[in-house]
């Protein structure tokens, strides 16, 4: 009877022998998987703010340098102001930040071309909060309209200040400052555009505004300034003044001119055209004269508004994949 209850029992032990070696097995492996677990949760936790101390502290040295040199341009002196920038720049996690301060500096010292460069690097950061990028990209009109003499500045100028207002960065009043400056830049490049092809009024009709008696094409502007990078580091200094509006022309009757002849009045034929001259008085023109000039003022509109499409957008990308 011993023997066969020894036997029964070591029967049933091999038979739940496997069973319970596997279980143990699968027990240890988890119990290593979870210990392993915590331990890479653990060392990513430390991890982690060791880092965010470490940039706490970058940080707070970033500050100190910037400040240093806003006081610095306080005192009078811009290369101990540049300097501080620099260090700042070469300690922070944000360079487009610093970079814009910069810009701002380089402004106030009338080097344009440096603040304008300094304002691309903040325009080239993928990550440029939407604030800042409107107001480096008005900054980049405002350094161009102070540098400018020829079309292609004027003509960028109208790009950077468009943008700016494109991107909802700007509040109401600063907005307001780029839609008057967006009209100034598009002003002064028509004149460098017609300072530079002076046979332009000699083939072309004149615009509507030049048919105008007494019309003052020049308001006095503002002053262009940049934005500073906060809105309250230097009142004096953040904003031009009210743009001002042009005055309309006078309203009245016109001066009493006697009207010309029939015989003084030059009609020419349709492949003889003559410019038309800006007087106040009704210039007769056959309809073939009328249609011809009509279609020249059709073609230099257009030409006009394709060359501001291809500075706002590049020139057309032929090598895109059309997928």
């Known amino acids: 009877m011993r023997d066969m209850a020894s036997i029964e029992v070591a029967t049933a032990w091999g038979s739940i022998r496997r069973p319970v070696l596997r279980i143990g097995a699968s027990l240890l492996m988890v119990t290593a998987l979870v210990a392993l677990v915590a331990q890479g949760v653990m060392t990513a936790f430390w991890?982690?703010?060791?880092?965010s101390e470490s940039l706490d502290d970058s940080e707070k040295k970033v500050r100190e340098w910037v400040e240093k040199a806003h006081q610095a341009?306080?005192?009078g002196d811009p290369a101990a102001a540049e300097q501080a920038l620099r260090e700042a720049l070469s300690r922070t996690a944000d360079p487009g930040k610093v970079a814009f301060h910069l810009g701002v500096l380089e402004y106030h010292r009338k080097r344009y071309r440096e603040a304008e460069l300094?304002?691309?690097?903040?325009l080239a950061d993928p990550e440029c909060p939407r604030e800042r990028l409107g107001r480096a990209w008005y900054n980049r009109g405002v350094c161009l309209l102070q540098r400018g003499?020829?079309?292609?500045?004027?003509?960028?100028?109208?790009?950077?200040f468009q943008r700016a207002l494109d991107s909802g960065g700007l509040d109401t009043v600063r907005a307001a400052y780029a839609r008057y400056h967006l009209e100034l830049a598009k002003q002064l490049w028509d004149e460098a555009r017609r300072r530079d092809d002076p046979q332009r009024q000699k083939h072309l009709p004149p615009s509507s505004e030049e048919e105008l008696p007494g019309l003052h094409r020049s308001p006095?502007?503002?002053?262009?300034?940049?934005v500073a990078s906060t809105p309250g580091d230097r009142p004096s200094q953040l904003s031009p003044s009210s743009p001002v509006t042009p005055p309309l022309p006078r309203q009245g009757s016109p001066s009493a001119e006697s009207p010309p002849s029939q015989?003084?009045?030059?009609?020419?034929?349709?492949?003889?055209?003559?410019?038309?001259?800006?007087?106040g008085t009704v210039q007769p023109l056959t309809p073939e004269d009328t249609?011809?000039?009509?279609?020249?003022?059709?073609?230099?509109?257009?030409r006009d508004?394709?060359?501001?499409?291809?500075?706002?957008?590049?020139?057309e990308r032929l090598d895109l994949r059309d997928w």
């Open 47 to 51: 991890e982690r703010w060791l880092t």
């Open 73 to 75: 341009e306080e005192a």
């Open 118 to 122: 300094w304002f691309e690097r903040v």
């Open 149 to 160: 003499s020829e079309v292609s500045t004027y003509r960028l100028a109208i790009v950077c």
């Open 220 to 226: 006095p502007p503002p002053d262009r300034t940049v």
């Open 263 to 279: 015989a003084a009045i030059p009609l020419a034929g349709a492949g003889h055209l003559e410019p038309l001259r800006d007087t």
């Open 291 to 302: 249609l011809v000039y009509l279609r020249q003022t059709a073609e230099r509109l257009k």
């Open 305 to 315: 508004r394709q060359h501001l499409l291809r500075t706002l957008y590049g020139p």
